[in-house]
């Protein structure tokens, strides 16, 4: 009995596509998807490098100290215990205050620079650049012993003064003290409100300043009512990238600040450190993240409005 074929299924005969040329076709097709695929290696690193940290900190504080352990039990004692004692609240209010008027004094002192090298110069700029934040290149640490040796009781400040008779007696005030931490921190991080200051003023528009003079306005009207305005947004971007990373800053304050000018970046460091404390230091630290980014929304939202108003 002769065995009768049945016919082969076209789809039988037809190699299964492969996943990976429909997966290509589709980010060919998507520009978004194009987007994430070139976005891939930086959020990589951006999650092992910022999130993972900052999740293993916060677990971290949420454990308690125990001897010379921890009970990985999680708890908010950590941080009941940064509410309720006044000293890490004090620590926290000094170091926005010394913060935030370093912050202030840099600013005021780079923007005369930055506007004479973007209005007044006009060949070499980015020479003038380099030669303004040339002193910046040395080591962090270098600069801060040069303000001790200038700052101190026998630098060259006192003994300038006392060389030409106004003062007896060294000035106590100079060193050992809020004003030589934030005399430090706003030489120390100049170089990086001069940057996002003179990019913002070069990109104003020159017909704007023509067009202000053509109405009537000097020079003083001029800049409050068109160059300040538009240069806003270099303020902004200078203020954020000093005022974030000075709050924290312990270098500057162990080796000038003494008992008055510490900041809460020394108290945890020595959590870290001395203490062994790392729950609390943990605790400290996310506070800390948390009302500096909680400071900056309002600045943000308050210059905006501000410049709203101007503009």
């Known amino acids: 009995m002769a065995e009768t074929s049945l016919p082969k299924s076209r789809t039988a005969d037809r190699p299964p596509r492969a996943s990976g040329s429909r997966i290509l076709r589709l980010f060919q097709r998507s520009e978004s998807a194009r987007g994430y695929l070139m976005m891939g ?5 951006m999650t092992f490098g910022i999130v993972v940290p900052f999740v293993i900190l916060l677990v971290i504080s949420l454990w308690t100290r125990q001897g010379f352990g921890f009970d990985t039990t999680l708890t908010l004692n950590n941080y009941i215990r940064s509410w309720n004692e006044p000293i890490y609240g004090s620590l926290m209010l000094r170091s926005f205050w010394m913060s935030g008027v370093a912050t202030v004094a840099t600013v005021l002192l780079c923007y005369p620079m930055a506007y004479f090298v973007a209005f007044h110069v006009h060949r070499n700029k980015m020479l003038w650049i380099i030669l303004m934040t040339l002193p910046f290149w040395t080591s962090y640490l270098l600069r801060v012993f040069a303000w001790k040796v200038i700052l101190g009781y026998e630098g060259v400040i006192n003994s300038g ?12 005030f100079l060193l050992y003290s809020p004003t030589a931490v934030i005399i430090t921190l706003a030489h120390a991080w100049a170089a990086f409100a001069i940057l996002p200051l003179y990019v913002s003023l070069e990109k104003i528009d020159r017909s704007l300043l023509e067009a202000a003079t053509d109405l009537g306005d000097g020079p003083m009207a001029r800049f409050f009512r068109v160059t ?7 303020v902004i971007a200078a203020s954020f990238l000093i005022f974030i990373p000075t709050t924290g800053d312990y270098i500057t304050p162990a080796l000038l600040g003494g008992p008055d000018g510490a900041m809460i970046g020394n108290l945890i460091q020595l959590q870290f450190g001395a203490v062994n404390n790392w729950p609390m230091g943990a605790t400290l630290s996310i506070v800390l993240m948390f009302w500096i980014a909680a ?3 309002v600045f943000l939202l308050v210059t905006r409005k501000v410049q709203g108003r101007i503009t």
């Open 295 to 297: 400071l900056a929304l």
């Open 161 to 172: 003064l006392m060389s030409v008779g106004l003062i007896e007696a060294p000035l106590s």
């Open 228 to 234: 300040l305005p538009l240069s806003m947004p270099g």
């Open 41 to 45: 290696p930086t959020l990589a690193i």
